[in-house]
């Protein structure tokens, strides 16, 4: 079992910066390809992105691409999202994702993923 806790979510400006925070626990964390979903008021919940577990591979969706980037600290059990440019419609519910699956593939889909967080609030106001 792998327990996923978001945090660092919160209001901000359009054109403003968050960095969200996802602390594990659990099984080995290092060895999880590790993502970042959100779903907004009245939709699917969408992938954002995700990095291999050295790190070395990230995937971004098209329109968090420049914006947003995604990281770990294998050390201290933790993947961020930074997300700058924040735009209105970045406001969503941020929800954190680990999956044993790995390689530099694409590992986009929800399905992919094992364990889920409770998700963080992002509101970006215009």
């Known amino acids: 079992q792998v327990q996923l806790v978001e945090s660092g979510g919160g209001l901000v400006p359009a054109g403003g910066s968050l960095r969200l925070s996802c602390a594990a626990s659990?099984?080995?964390?290092?060895?999880?390809?590790m993502g970042w979903f959100r779903q907004a008021p009245g939709k699917e919940q969408e992938f954002v992105a995700h990095?291999?577990?050295?790190?070395?591979?990230?995937y971004y969706t098209d329109s968090v691409k420049g914006r947003f980037t995604i990281s770990r600290d294998n050390a201290k059990n933790t993947v961020y999202l930074r997300m700058n440019s924040l735009r209105p419609e970045d406001t969503a519910v941020y929800y954190c994702?680990?999956?044993?699956?790995?390689?530099?593939?694409?590992?986009?889909?929800?399905?992919?993923?094992?364990?889920w967080g409770q998700g963080t609030q992002v509101t970006v106001s215009s």
């Open positions: 659990g099984r080995t964390f290092a060895y999880y390809t």
């Open positions: 994702a680990a999956t044993p699956k790995s390689g530099s593939y694409y590992w986009g889909a929800k399905v992919d993923y094992d364990y």
């Open positions: 990095i291999s577990w050295t790190g070395g591979s990230t």
